[in-house]
């Protein structure tokens, strides 16, 4: 095989502000964190490239630990090396670089580094965290608009922590998650039996009414997070309570989880490897 033939896995470390943004996956017509990220690629190395992600985050959604994987030929990251005036061996910084001038700063190239050929974003991860923010107060705060849901009443913080912990551990999320579209009419219903790992609720000690929620799991479906969020948010406000988490986790009914938390809010914050 010749040195044009050889190819070398990337791992990128991916930060963005998805604001601006129909999601990481990409999508015909629409401005998607997948799409700029692939389309910069392509520029830099010269060479088409297909990426592969960790956690396909919704419209609006925002990435502080996000991870791609691509192949890419040798022989292009020599060609960055050798333009860069650090000296050889540079190539992957170049690359990092040379990515953010692109598409910074609302996304952001934070590593390139070198991956072995069996490492996958997606099928390697062993668990993923989300970290969701909400801003309690009777009036909001215009530095969070952007990266918190508020919510204009105090919130029984106590009563929210009791009514996460009922999803740790092994469920079926049926009632908090989207259930994907059926492509075969015959293929049996994909599972959303997933197993979350922790799920806390913390405040801040400086800013009380500033709220975040951290939840990790092996695996999430479609809107997870946001729905346990939305209504976790309700029982704080005296709407729910934990036992009705627990009963809609029973019921498997999408219509028991109630409202969607605002997708601004959202972080996927780390994968686990």
């Given at each position: ?66 991870v ?24 992957y ?9 692109l ?52 919130l ?21 998650c ?37 939840i ?58």
């Open positions: 095989m010749s040195d044009a033939d050889t190819t070398v896995r990337l791992r990128l470390d991916v930060a963005y502000d998805g604001s601006g943004f129909h999601g990481f996956a990409e999508n015909r017509d629409v401005v998607t964190v997948g799409g700029a990220l692939r389309n910069a690629l392509e520029r830099v190395l010269s060479v088409p490239v297909a990426i592969t992600c960790a956690g396909r985050t919704d419209a609006g959604v925002h990435a502080r630990g996000q791609v994987t691509l192949d890419v030929p040798v022989a292009a990251i020599d060609a960055l090396a050798r333009r860069d005036r650090r000296g050889p061996g540079d190539g910084c170049r690359l990092r670089d040379a990515l953010n001038a598409v910074g700063p609302s996304v952001v190239v934070t590593a390139v580094s070198p991956a072995t050929d069996d490492f996958d974003a997606r099928f390697s991860a062993r668990s993923r965290t989300y970290r969701y923010t909400v801003w309690s107060s009777e009036v909001p705060d215009p530095f969070l608009a952007a990266s918190a849901w508020w919510v204009d009443q105090p029984d913080l106590d009563a929210m922590r009791t009514a996460s912990e009922q999803v740790v551990g092994e469920h079926d999320f049926s009632c908090f989207r259930r994907p579209r059926a492509t075969d009419p015959g293929a049996e219903p994909v599972s959303l039996v997933r197993r979350v790992l922790s799920a806390r609720w913390d405040e801040s000690p400086d800013r009380p009414g500033l709220l975040t929620f951290t990790s799991a092996t695996a999430f479906c479609h809107q997870m997070v946001r729905s346990i969020t939305g209504m976790v948010v309700d029982v704080g406000r005296g709407r729910r309570t934990p036992d009705d988490v627990t009963a809609a986790l029973a019921s498997l009914d999408r219509a028991r989880a109630g409202q969607l938390a605002p997708p601004h809010g959202l972080v996927l914050w780390e994968v686990g490897y």
